[in-house]
Nanobody, 124 residues
Framework: VQLQAFGGGLVQTGNSLRLSCAAS????????MGWFRQAPGKEREFVAA????????MYSGPVEGRFTISRDNSKSTVFLQMNDLKPEDTAVYYC??????????????????WGQGTLVTVSS
């Protein structure tokens, strides 16, 4: 199983970015998926998660209302649309896959596979 995250970059406060995470080597359509981020000197934190069907999702408090997670099972890809970005959103963003499960999952230890991360930098 491989997860490849991309779409990060340098943006100004208030702008938007869309992250993508493409999966290969497994049955993506049955995997709950999540996005996490890790800022310098901080622990990895939960950002958003989505169920295998896309019918259920969850967001952390700091991003709720600004970020949207979605998935396209036909393309084995999960997305994170990030709007109204703030300097505190600066971090390396990781996608993660859970081998199986119902619903969404918010702990790093819940997940079985991780992408390599993509850097998002928001300038003030």
């Amino acid at each position: 199983v491989q997860l490849q995250a991309f779409g990060g970059g340098l943006v100004q406060t208030g702008n938007s970015l869309r992250l993508s995470c493409a999966a290969s080597g497994g049955h993506f359509s049955v995997w709950p998926m999540g996005w996490f981020r890790q800022a310098p000197g901080k622990e990895r934190e939960f950002v958003a998660a989505i169920s295998w069907s896309g019918g259920s999702d969850m967001y952390s408090g700091p991003v709720e209302g600004r970020f949207t997670i979605s998935r396209d099972n036909s393309k084995s890809t999960v997305f994170l649309q990030m709007n109204d970005l703030k300097p505190e959103d600066t971090a390396v963003y990781y996608c993660a896959a859970k081998w199986y499960g119902s619903g969404w999952f918010a702990k790093p230890s819940d997940y079985d596979y991780w992408g390599q991360g993509t850097l998002v930098t928001v300038s003030s």
